[in-house]
């Protein structure tokens, strides 16, 4: 166990539907980094926030937006929901005065039907 | 940006062999090397990091060594057990403008798998 909790495990939705997934940190962890796994993308980098401030950017689409509040738990949206979008969903924090190495939480894996 | 390629995709040996995976990077300012264990369905887990100045490292069977120069550093399994099948990934860290942390660029992963 990382430390890093996700919920929920599995969503299930319709094509142009939103959700948020959520992801709470190890305790004391101020970075929050969000990926994506799909199975012809590999983990792909979406974003990462620090102590509630975006910090850095990926490809992370339009439709797709995140946020990371003042307890430091971190919320990802996604809408307007394509069948493209069903993957895996991970967050990842890193330790405070270790800033290199990244936990990973357990996920969420994404349906979109 | 940071691009890593990971080789091979794809690697089969048997119990007791020993299996290596090696990566390149394009970005020589990156400083930080980790691996990753993935099984199916599982979150990543981190198996053993390296950066850049160290050249090699090792814990209990993994090894990892790392080659500034070339931008190539690769993995090592010695005496593999069937329990090491999963998709390990190699990644690179691009140094945040902040320097707090900064973002992992991933290698595409290889599927390893020991047979008994």
């Known amino acids: 166990d990382s430390g890093v909790t996700q919920t929920p495990k599995h969503l299930i939705t319709a094509t142009g539907q939103r959700v948020t997934l959520r992801c709470s940190p190890r305790s004391g962890d101020l970075s929050v980094y969000w990926y994506q796994q799909s199975l012809d993308q590999g983990l792909q980098f979406l974003i990462q926030?620090?102590?509630?401030?975006?910090?850095a950017k990926g490809n992370i689409l339009e439709r797709f937006s995140a946020q990371q509040f003042p307890d430091l738990h971190s919320e990802l949206n996604l809408s307007s929901l394509e069948l493209g979008d069903s993957a895996l969903y991970f967050c990842?924090?890193?330790?405070?005065?270790?800033?290199?190495?990244?936990?990973f939480g357990p996920g969420t894996r994404l349906t979109v039907l | 940006g940071e691009n890593v390629e990971q080789h091979p995709s794809t690697l089969s040996v048997q119990e007791g062999d020993s299996a290596v995976i090696k990566c390149t990077y394009s970005?020589?300012?990156?400083?930080?090397f980790p691996w990753y264990k993935q099984e199916l369905g599982k979150r990543p887990q981190l198996i053993i990091d390296?950066?850049?100045?160290?050249g090699e490292k090792k814990d209990q069977r993994i090894a990892v060594t790392l080659n500034k120069t070339a931008k190539h550093f690769s993995l090592h399994i010695t005496e593999t057990q069937p329990e090491d099948s999963a998709v390990y990934f190699c990644a690179a860290k691009e140094t945040g403008i902040y320097n707090q942390g900064g973002k992992l660029i991933f290698g595409q992963g290889t599927e390893l798998s020991v047979k008994p």
């Open positions: 990842a924090s890193t330790r405070t005065g270790n800033t290199d190495t990244q936990y």
């Open positions: 970005d020589s300012a990156s400083n930080y």
């Open positions: 390296i950066r850049s100045n160290v």
């Open positions: 926030y620090y102590n509630g401030e975006e910090r």
